[in-house]
């Protein structure tokens, strides 16, 4: 029995509605419907809404009601779409009419023989070889006009296979891998300068690299760190929930979330048409209930480290840094407006002054989970300032001394809180002699001090620690 051949053309049909999950590591899952109508014996399909970067070791095409009975017994994928150096390429030895246009403007055609088209599938092309009026040329002597597409062009990427079916007519559901893919979220935190009520507005954007558009997509959203892609089941998420805040309320709007396996899985509430080369933005947060607080760090040695050896050269750890730090925070909890995991992305901070919006800085945030805490650096304060000095070191046997000066001067208008981190990295066995202020122990080789300063006021911190080895 001849095979029967049904060829599916992404403008020819009306499709159902595509799906995608898209990490933010450059690829997506793909799910689209594929409608067959089978007879007994061999029937050949072939689907050209597929993209341009599908992994062909990764489809997997399948009736998973089980209505249909079809056997795979071959897999296609092509991708080389026609164009004018493929069409040369088929049209090879053969002759053809070029439209000849000489710089007066005339225009004629003229029958010439490809010797050579100049393509090369998967390199760089080649010049093409060309018999005009029995000389040979190097070039083309105008537009190629092609009697044809050729026998075996196609004009998108296409998956096509041989099956083995017996008669029915449904629906197979075609899955794959494809790269072009990206995701990535933004959040603009707005805070009120005589207020620590904060805005919080989250975006996601979605780049579509992948050389085909998708109409009226569910679009999902992959956030954690993947090692390992697995096949993702696509069940619909559940219905919404009557008991959120209003933040969620306003989630739920445009954006949900579930947990699968150790990540999180946003769903777009409503389908999104995405076209190839398009950068598109979907809000999924907005919150006015966000308290955001501020805080200053000095840290002249932020960018220092222990490593594990004895470090007896006071110039190593001289020329500190002036400046004092500048961090935002607040925490992501339901009391807080938010209590949702919230993707690794970039916060811009903006501050509302006479009813327009300053921009204060910006920085990137990792993957956050619920009723944990948000912190990001925007910048350094121009009217505080911070300064340390090794006053006194000495090597005595199996121990060193060394005594520190901290300064911490507010030339603002209002009252602050500086935190003074100290670092103590001479060697891993120390303890304090003597101290002016309280200080507290963060983690093995970092102490705190915090000072309150009144505006224009300057304090002083004293330390004296000892380091002893055997």
Do not use: C
Not at 62 to 89: K, M, W
Not at 132 to 143: T, V
Request: proline share 4%; glycine share 6%.
């Amino acid at each position: 029995m001849k095979p029967t051949t049904l060829f599916f053309a992404l403008l020819g049909i009306a499709h159902a509605q595509p799906s995608l999950t898209i990490y933010n590591q450059n690829f997506a899952v793909v799910r689209q419907d594929v409608p067959l109508t089978l007879q007994d014996g061999e029937t050949t399909v072939s689907f050209n809404a597929v993209t341009s970067q599908l992994e062909p070791d990764s489809v997997v095409f399948r009736d998973p009601t089980g209505a249909l009975e079809f056997q795979i017994l071959e897999q296609n994928y092509r991708n080389d779409p026609v164009s004018q150096s493929l069409l040369l390429h088929q049209f090879e030895g053969q002759e053809i009419a070029f439209l000849i246009t000489p710089q007066d403007g005339s225009a004629y055609e003229k029958e010439a023989q490809i010797i050579r088209s100049g393509y090369v599938r998967g390199g760089a092309s080649q010049s093409p070889i060309i018999k005009l009026d029995g000389m040979i040329r190097f070039g083309l002597p105008g537009q190629p006009l092609f009697p044809s597409l050729g026998a075996d062009s196609i004009l998108r990427p296409t998956l096509s296979w041989a099956l083995k079916s017996t008669a029915g007519e449904g629906q197979a559901e075609l899955s794959y891998l494809s790269k072009g893919f990206s995701w990535k979220s933004d959040y603009n935190l707005v805070i009120t300068k005589d207020s620590d009520q904060s805005s919080l507005n989250g975006w996601i954007t979605l780049n579509n690299n992948s050389g085909t558009t998708f109409e009226e997509a569910e679009v999902q959203l992959m956030a954690g760190d993947v090692n390992k892609v697995h096949y993702l089941a696509d069940a619909p998420f559940g219905g919404r929930r009557s008991n959120l805040s209003s933040a969620k309320m306003l989630l739920d709007e445009t954006v949900t979330q579930k947990e699968i396996d150790s990540f999180h899985l946003y769903s777009v509430a409503r389908p999104v048409t995405l076209r190839d080369r398009e950068t598109k933005q979907v809000q999924f947060i907005k919150s006015n209930q966000v308290l955001a607080s501020k805080s200053y760090v000095y840290e002249p040695q932020r960018n220092q480290r222990f490593y594990g050896s004895l470090n007896s050269k006071v110039g190593k750890l001289d020329g500190f840094s002036k400046d004092v730090s500048i961090y935002w925070s607040f925490e992501n909890t339901t009391e807080n407006g938010l209590g949702i995991p919230l993707p690794a992305g970039k916060v811009r901070l903006y501050q509302e002054e006479d009813q327009k919006l300053e921009f204060l800085g910006e920085n990137t945030i990792d993957h956050t989970p619920q009723k944990e805490a948000v912190e990001f650096y925007t910048g350094n304060a121009f009217d505080l300032v911070g300064e340390r000095k090794v006053l006194d070191f000495k090597i005595n046997g199996k121990t060193m001394i060394e005594t520190i000066e901290v300064k911490l001067r507010n030339r603002s208008k209002e009252t602050v809180t500086i935190s003074a981190h100290e670092k103590l990295l001479r060697w891993s066995e120390w303890e304090l002699l003597k101290q002016s202020a309280e200080s507290e122990k963060l983690n093995s080789h970092t102490i705190r001090f915090q000072a309150e300063l009144a505006p224009d006021e300057e304090r002083v911190i004293n330390y004296t620690v000892k380091y002893s080895w055997k």
